[in-house]
């Protein structure tokens, strides 16, 4: 097995390697990404990941894309996609697949189905999941259609703009061969209404619909979104955000979400003079519900975020967390604290750099009530330096006070 895991790098580092002669060939284009992790890690670097991305161009205004992506286990993933235009109609789409073998994961079924939990193998190569959508643009004015495929047992992806978290996939056994979600998207601004339908393996049926409202002018500068969502199952929630101009470029965006169990409230005030402030508060509405009319019985507050920007990638930013899980969820990112943390400091800083690039700097401290010197838990650094027109070199590096393990990375991209 020792002289396996070598062998498997080299062949991994050599596909990676073949994106540097690539872009000899007329129409192609693409890019090469990579990082190797360096600490802690078993004698030897560890390749963390290997993303390769192709772009060919077929014909005019047509083009077909594939990307690669390895791991310390090979090919991880591979997908390919189209992309082009009629005039006002425009086509995208892709296909996923899963090249490896033997894995096994874990599939967790909706609250109600029997089993809960089952456990899947993998199969190699495998159909992932596919996508299409069709766009006809006109004076302004849009009309498309979206349909998203999912092979079991390959689920939504939450972390996907594409993907839609709240659908119940997969459906309770035996309904577990596929999923399908049509969407149709109407558009016209600032109003968008999207309808999307959908099939587990017993027929097509009315999922959601969702209209909104963007970027709409109230009166004196004032602007404000709406955002309306109903699912078969009845009202969803109502998000109503209201952007408010004060003097001097000072202004106040505050939003608010209604759902039919609980409520929160967002409120940033802006300042767009040399550069930027920002403070955001994360927490909720507490109403009466009781009352005739409902009355708002005061806030919970979950934390805070100042954030200051100095220029586009210049900035200062201080988070604290009163209830961290509560500031997770409405961030959704819930790697954002480990441990007791409850507080970061993060500085960013940028420059010019080699061949018109940018050079960008990131550096957070973490803090946690005690048990440490000022409460220090660990601290973060992100480095980007561009070496040529076309190649960026990143750095990552991580140290802790509490005993947790030294982290460094390198890692590079390559545009061609």
Not at 34 to 62: M, Q, R
Not at 63 to 85: I, K, N
Not at 151 to 176: F, H, S
């Amino acid at each position: 097995m020792k002289e396996v895991l070598p062998m498997r790098r080299l062949g991994i580092a050599l596909v990676c390697a073949a994106a540097v002669t690539v872009p000899s060939m007329a129409q192609l284009s693409g890019s090469w990404e990579a990082s190797l992790l360096i600490l802690p890690s078993p004698p030897g670097v560890t390749l963390e990941t290997c993303v390769l991305t192709l772009g060919y161009g077929v014909a005019a205004g047509w083009q077909v894309t594939s990307t690669s992506t390895f791991g310390t286990l090979g090919l991880t993933a591979q997908a390919f996609g189209v992309l082009g235009a009629f005039g006002p109609l425009s086509i995208t789409g892709g296909i996923e697949f899963n090249p490896q073998a033997g894995t096994m994961v874990t599939v967790t079924y909706p609250a109600g189905c029997t089993p809960q939990t089952e456990s899947v193998s993998l199969v190699s190569p495998a159909y992932k999941l596919a996508w299409f959508k069709t766009e006809l643009s006109f004076l302004g004015a849009g009309v498309a259609f979206q349909l998203n495929h999912w092979a079991y047992p390959y689920t939504l992806d939450p972390t996907d703009p594409d993907d839609v978290e709240d659908y119940l996939w997969p459906c309770c056994p035996p309904q577990t061969q596929s999923y399908t979600l049509l969407a149709l998207i109407v558009s016209a601004p600032p109003a968008t209404l999207t309808a999307r339908f959908s099939d587990c393996c017993t027929g097509i049926a009315f999922t959601d619909v969702t209209l909104t409202l963007s970027d709409a002018s109230l009166c004196c500068g004032i602007t404000h979104d709406i955002e309306v969502y109903f699912t078969k199952a009845g009202f969803g929630h109502l998000l109503f955000t209201i952007d408010l101009p004060i003097c001097c470029g000072i202004s106040i965006e505050a939003s608010i979400t209604y759902t039919v169990t609980q409520k929160e409230l967002s409120v940033k005030p802006k300042w767009n003079g040399q550069g930027q402030a920002c403070f955001e508060v994360y927490g909720d509405v507490l109403w009466d519900w009781d009352e005739e009319p409902m009355t708002i019985t005061g806030l919970a507050i979950y934390g805070y975020k100042l954030r200051c920007d100095f220029s586009s990638c210049s900035y200062a930013e201080f988070m604290t967390a009163l209830d961290v899980a509560e500031v997770e969820e409405i961030l959704d990112d819930e790697d954002l604290f480990q441990d007791l943390e409850f507080e970061y400091m993060k500085l960013g800083f940028c420059g010019p750099g080699c061949c018109g690039g940018m050079y960008t700097l990131a550096l957070a401290v973490y803090f946690q009530p005690e048990g440490t010197l000022f409460g220090f838990t660990r601290i973060g650094a992100d480095l980007g330096v561009p070496l040529l027109a076309n190649f960026r070199l990143t750095l990552s590096f991580g140290v802790t006070a509490t005993g947790g393990p030294t982290t460094l990375a390198v890692g590079w991209v390559l545009t061609f």
